[in-house]
């Protein structure tokens, strides 16, 4: 079952905030954020493996609920290098591992 | 370490023809998939190695594709008879597997045109 994004794009100016959030259907065990760049791979940002579990990376954090089956992404003081698409993954069936991903969140920061 | 690497990093080519990409996934990962993306979509995963063996492939894997990982190395996806439908990015990604907490690397991707 694929996660489900929101919102779909966001446009910012520097500086500003974003939320992006990740919502599912089923039991999550954990979440997986990437953000890619156009005509590139995605690059993985973080993986949030309990529920509650906060973390960062720069000005850049995320959360998951587990309760609530989702997982939100905060980018706080966006920087024009924050523009992208956002995707979240979460595990797919079977212990393989392998991610279903969310349809994606593009994000645009403006000078 | 030098990444997840692929290669072509892009191809044309006529329907009909056969196509294989290469990926070389980081060298102490043990996992290592295959997705593919289309425009303004998310990768789809396609296929999972662990080591040597292909231990799961999607439904969305035609007939017409086969992987292989020989020696749990590299790996390779062949598209036979490509139809203009396959056009897309092949992403290969690997990971620790159960050594690592899971997360995934993306190599630079395949893009496919087929004409």
């Known amino acids: 079952q694929q996660p489900v994004q929101s919102p779909q794009a966001v446009i910012l100016r520097e500086g500003e905030d974003a939320v992006i959030n990740c919502s599912s259907s089923?039991?999550?065990?954990?979440v997986h954020w990437y953000r890619q760049k156009h005509g590139e791979a995605p690059v993985f940002l973080m993986i949030?493996?309990?529920?509650?579990e906060q973390k960062g990376h720069e000005k850049i954090s995320a959360s998951f609920n587990e309760k609530k089956q989702q997982s939100s992404l905060y980018l706080t003081a966006s920087q024009l290098s924050y523009s992208g698409t956002y995707f979240c993954?979460?595990?797919?069936?079977?212990?393989?591992?392998?991610?279903?991903f969310g349809q994606g969140t593009t994000l645009q920061v403006k000078p | 370490d030098t990444g997840v690497s692929q290669d072509p990093r892009h191809k044309i080519t006529k329907r009909g023809q056969n196509v294989t990409f290469r990926c070389d996934p980081i060298?102490?990962?043990?996992?290592l998939y295959w997705y593919r993306q289309t425009l303004g979509q998310g990768p789809e995963f396609l296929t999972y190695?662990?080591?040597?063996?292909?231990?799961?492939k999607s439904r969305l894997l035609s007939d017409r594709f086969s992987a292989e990982r020989p020696k749990g190395s590299f790996s390779t996806l062949e598209i036979q008879r490509t139809e203009q439908g396959d056009s897309a990015m092949y992403l290969c990604?690997?990971?620790?597997?159960?050594?690592?907490?899971?997360?995934?690397?993306f190599g630079p991707g395949t893009r496919l045109t087929v004409t």
């Open positions: 949030l493996l309990k529920g509650g």
């Open positions: 060298s102490e990962h043990n996992r």
């Open positions: 993954g979460t595990p797919g069936s079977g212990n393989t591992g392998k991610l279903i």
């Open positions: 990604a690997s990971s620790l597997g159960a050594r690592g907490r899971g997360e995934q690397y």
């Open positions: 190695f662990q080591n040597e063996a292909q231990l799961e």
């Open positions: 089923k039991a999550l065990y954990s």
